[in-house]
């Protein structure tokens, strides 16, 4: 999922730093998606991390007894 996620935020970029002249309110709705995306990605690579942590504070916890 994380990688279909990049791949359309990448789309959208192009599309959005391409010189073409798009109607406004598709320009807006296009930035709104970007940024939504923006934010997904961001919260997915947060809970991709987070595990990680929480298993390393185990670990210390159990060493620790």
Do not use: C, F, H
Not at 13 to 35: M, T
Not at 52 to 59: C, F, G, V
């Amino acid at each position: 999922m994380n990688k279909i996620i990049k791949k359309v935020s990448r789309a959208i970029q192009v599309v959005l730093l391409a010189p073409i002249k798009l109607p406004g309110k598709a320009l807006q709705v296009l930035k709104y998606i970007a940024v939504g995306l923006g934010i997904i990605e961001t919260v997915l690579n947060n809970e991709e991390d987070k595990p990680l942590e929480t298993e390393r504070k185990e670990d210390r916890d159990a060493d620790d007894d």
